[in-house]
């Protein structure tokens, strides 16, 4: 049988990485993107090295022309496009008294556009062959939690989620599934930074908090993307599945 395709953005380091290494082991045949090569190139000498097939394509979700040329060169090479991650995301500290416009945007170039930007390109095959996973991360910041200094972030998270609803609807009758995943707290670059985020020692705080007693790690959400890219999720669209150790029911 000929493997199927996942494509993941933002897939050098990570949740994105986590993702790549996991749904190559599921048996998919991995394109790593991002705008970080060396990493990613590791990615794919890891899937290598344990007998799965990956390649590397730099790609900025960023950029229209970039994202549209990668995915049409992925259809071309392979024929197919099955599933893809948009997983990308930046998470930047601004005080609204220092929110500049341009502070605004590049999070939703990136966080909310950037989403669409490979929605809208990976559509027309998928269509054409009436099948695919599309799978976005938003975040419980956004979707239920609010984060001062980070409203551009909440903004554009919680917009995934709009996205998302939206996107299940419009392309179920090609047999399209869309749903997104809202992360807790998950440790990596992002969150371990101290001052766009909650850093090592806020990580080490915010644990007791989590009722399954620990931060996640990105496989915790990578094999939840595995999950909803699988026909064991066939019956799923347009949800925001929370991953999050229970954070959201607690007390
Ligand atoms: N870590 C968490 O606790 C957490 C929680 C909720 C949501 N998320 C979301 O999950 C996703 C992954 O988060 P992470 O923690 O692994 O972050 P990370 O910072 O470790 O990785 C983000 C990746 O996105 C890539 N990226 C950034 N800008 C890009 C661009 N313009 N084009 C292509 N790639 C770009 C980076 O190079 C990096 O590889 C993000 O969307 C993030 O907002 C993370």
Redesign the pocket.
Known sequence: MTKQVALV??????????SCIALANAGYKVVV????GK??AEVVETIVAAGGEAQFQA?????TAHVDGVIQTVEENFGRLDVVV??????KKVPLSEMTDEAWDITH???LK?VMRVARAAAPGMRKRKSGAFIA?????GTAYGWDEHVQ?AAA?GGVAGLVRGLAIELAKDQIRVNA???????????L?PYH?VGEEGLAAAAPSVPLGR??D?ED?ADVVVFLASNAARYITGQVITVDGGLLVAL
């Not at 953005?9 to 986590?18: D, F, K, L, W």
């Not at 993107?33 to 970080?36: K, P, Y």
């Not at 991360?137 to 910041?141: D, F, G, K, N, R």
């Open positions: 953005t933002g897939g050098s380091i990570g949740i994105g990485r986590a993107t991002d705008v970080l990493e990613g790609m900025d979700v960023t950029d948009a997983n990308a995301g930046i998470a170039e990136v966080d950037g991360l938003a975040s419980v910041v972030y998270k995943i809202a992360p807790g707290f998950i440790r990596s670059a992002q969150t930074d985020s931060i996640g990105p959400i």
